[in-house]
């Protein structure tokens, strides 16, 4: 892989990758854990939907906006309901902070280009500087700085940038993220889980990466 060194467990990356459920860019709830029992068998999801709650309210919009939305609700077999909360939630959970949180986007290629420049010691030395920003965007989006209100933001990032699997057992998180954007966004994203998960929060910590892919472990 363009002269990367990857690990060597990828044969259980890749089987963990397509076991059990289809990989999705995005959920489709509005937040929810892919759940498994002790002995790694399915179970229900965990899933906070709003069909059968909340106050009823109208709201008018344009035909044509109205036309989009049920459109990719039907591609995405969900409600045209539950996709008006799911954007509404993120809006909340996510947009509405994002410049306070002092949140910009970046293209990818631009962001590639720039760490493909970067010795492993300096994405190490980024990688605490990312975490410091992270506290600090924890603090402003959820009002504290915990073990759960990080993997709650990360859930959201990952619902709405990039093509991942959050999944959750009796015993440990699993976390895979899809980015396509090389072997050093990979070491930078491990730098980053490394540095919250077992310095941090003093959690168990593993990891399998390739020059796309990341695999996260943590102890719930």
Do not use: C
């Not at 609700?73 to 409600?79: D, F, H, L, R, Y």
């Amino acid at each position: 892989m363009s002269g990367y060194p990857i690990d060597d467990d990828d044969d259980e990356m890749d089987n963990y990758y397509k076991s059990d459920y289809d990989f999705t860019s995005t959920s489709t709830s509005n937040f929810r854990f892919n759940k498994y029992s002790a002995d790694n068998q399915k179970s229900s999801y965990e899933d906070v939907d709003s069909e059968n709650f909340g106050t009823p309210i109208t709201v008018t919009m344009p035909t044509k906006n109205i036309d989009k939305l049920q459109y990719e609700s039907e591609t995405k077999q969900m409600s045209f309901n539950t996709k008006i909360n799911q954007i509404i939630k993120n809006h909340l959970d996510w947009y509405s902070n994002a410049p306070l949180a002092r949140m910009s986007y970046i293209p990818k290629s631009i962001v590639a280009k720039a760490i493909d420049q970067l010795t492993e010691q300096q994405l190490s030395e980024f990688a605490q500087s990312v975490v410091n920003d992270l506290e600090e965007t924890s603090l402003l989006l959820r009002g504290e700085f915990s073990f759960s209100s990080f993997l709650d933001i990360l859930n959201t990032w990952l619902e709405l940038q990039t093509p991942s699997r959050f999944d959750e057992t009796g015993h440990e998180y699993k976390i895979i993220i899809r980015h396509d954007t090389g072997y050093k966004y990979s070491f930078l994203l491990k730098e980053v889980f490394r540095l919250v998960m077992k310095e941090r929060f003093h959690k168990s910590f593993h990891h399998n990466m390739t020059e796309n892919l990341i695999l996260i472990r943590s102890a719930r």
